[in-house]
């Protein structure tokens, strides 16, 4: 990695901060502070490098700096000093790559707390051109050969002819997003969501591809149908609003009728009603819509949801890795808790409950009972 100047050093920083540095930045942190040392003392030896990286990490190992007879020059022992101030970045690697997972309250208790996801996303083209969104801005627009921000700003790198070409918008885990379609539809993407649609609509129907968590505001138009094909399913709409789950590591796809009407398969939904798919076909009920539309108001909101369900969800937004360490409970979990809070915030509301524990190592999470 080419030398930094100091802003570029405080970014990788914090992507450290938020766990998404890279292994290049991270073997850059435990070594730019040799470079540091070196301005303006000439070479050094391959041996000293060697022996001065092990010199810091023996003191951050011990979290204190022990009473060590000199062994560099005044530079090394600066540098090492210096890392020592900045170290935050270097004790989350060791952090991750230690033994000693943290509790939930040692977490909160550090600079090292997993924050929140944001609104991050890619778009693609038919072909097959890449496009990393703005995460200053909220969504994007489609329209006629362009596509742009909700702040008018135009994606240059999306012009394109006049013939309709299917796109792709993709939101990683710890990311959401919102598209406008070209016939006005809106569509909120949850995070590890992708939505297939054409860039624009023809023939005699609108149809998009979800796979994921997405809430739908469909444009009224009764001559084209819209239609949402999911896993295992087809949502036929013509002006309404919906919530589809539809992730493939859940066992059933869950659609949820807001307003208008919408038919799955056999089955035709009124307001309130959710439609649940899966082997064992289709059956609907009344549910509380507000506890499905949490994660599009910002909440993680629970209702008799057992712990597995949850941990998906977390591990969706946070990004993180969830293992299970022995048996764990089979009761059911309520509570509604803000999503824009760091992961022990939340991991804290459910261990009052005192029927499940976590410990964290890096960016997995350890369920425990």
């Not at 050093?9 to 914090?14: D, G």
């Not at 596509?147 to 013939?163: E, T």
């Not at 979990?333 to 890096?362: A, D, M, P």
Request: aromatic letters at 10%; charged letters at 20%; hydrophobic letters at 40%.
């Amino acid at each position: 990695m080419a030398a930094m100047n100091e802003q570029e050093i405080k970014a990788i920083l914090e992507k450290f901060r938020n766990g998404t540095a890279s292994d290049e930045e991270l073997a850059f942190l435990e070594t730019w502070y040799l470079e540091y040392a070196e301005a303006g003392s000439g070479d050094m030896p391959l041996t000293e490098r060697i022996a001065a990286t092990d010199f810091v990490w023996a003191i951050l190992e011990q979290q204190t700096a022990p009473k060590v007879k000199p062994m560099f020059t005044w530079q090394r022992i600066a540098a090492a000093v210096l890392i020592l101030i900045v170290g935050a970045a270097a004790y989350l690697f060791l952090n991750r790559n230690n033994d000693k997972p943290l509790t939930v309250a040692e977490l909160a208790d550090t600079k090292f707390d997993i924050a929140p996801g944001y609104n991050r996303a890619i778009i693609t083209d038919a072909s097959g051109k890449t496009v990393e969104l703005d995460s200053a801005r909220r969504g994007i627009t489609v329209g006629d050969n362009n596509v742009s921000y909700d702040n008018g700003a135009s994606i240059d790198a999306l012009k394109g002819g006049q013939s309709v070409k299917m796109m792709t918008l993709q939101t990683p885990k710890g990311g959401t997003y919102q598209i406008t379609l070209p016939d006005g539809t809106r569509v909120w993407l949850n995070a590890a969501t992708t939505l297939q649609f054409p860039s624009s609509f023809s023939g005699a129907e609108r149809k998009v591809e979800l796979s994921g968590e997405a809430y739908f505001e469909v444009a009224a138009n009764s001559k084209l149908p819209f239609r949402v094909l999911s896993k295992g399913q087809t949502v036929e709409v013509l002006g309404t609003s919906f919530n589809l789950n539809c992730y493939p590591d859940e066992n059933a796809t869950y659609t949820t009728l807001i307003d208008g009407k919408v038919r799955v398969a056999y089955a035709t939904l009124l307001p309130g009603q959710q439609a649940i798919n899966n082997e064992s076909g289709i059956r609907t009920l009344e549910v509380n819509t507000d506890a499905v539309l949490g994660w599009k108001n910002n909440y993680f909101v629970f209702q008799g949801e057992k712990i597995d369900a949850i941990m998906r969800k977390i591990s969706r937004w946070y990004d993180m890795e969830i293992v299970y360490e022995g048996s764990v409970t089979a009761d059911d979990f309520g509570g509604r808790v803000n999503r824009y809070v760091n992961v022990s915030q939340v991991l804290k509301k459910l261990e009052l409950t005192n029927k499940v524990h976590f410990k964290i190592s890096g960016k997995k999470i350890i369920v425990t009972q």
